[in-house]
């Protein structure tokens, strides 16, 4: 999905010049672009929102973006809002584990 935004110049350039040194030094996941840079950012915090416990969670809770709901503490498996279909086939599966 292509998703079109506006950022703050100053904060542009501050990633583009984290980029260049990605690029001239290398880092432990390096990012060629702009774009590259901010997918990854973007990816680690849709996996914090379903991942309790992950390292990628401690990042929205440090950054003071996790929901006040029980429902943001429990673990997703797939990105999205829970479906009742979804829910409904792991509340069976958990019951027939029981039997």
Do not use: C
Not at 36 to 65: H, N, T
Not at 81 to 90: C, F
């Amino acid at each position: 999905m292509k998703v079109n935004f506006e950022i703050d110049e100053a904060v542009a350039r501050e990633l583009i010049y984290l980029v260049t040194l990605h690029q001239q030094h290398g880092a432990p996941n390096p990012q060629d672009s702009l774009e590259s840079l901010l997918a990854y950012v973007a990816s680690a915090i849709a996996d914090g929102s379903r991942r309790p416990g992950s390292w990628e969670r401690q990042l929205l809770e440090m950054m003071g973006l996790v929901p006040d709901t029980e429902e943001a503490h429990q673990y997703r498996s797939t990105y999205g809002a829970p479906s009742w279909d979804a829910d409904m086939q792991e509340t069976n599966s958990n019951r027939e584990g029981e039997r």
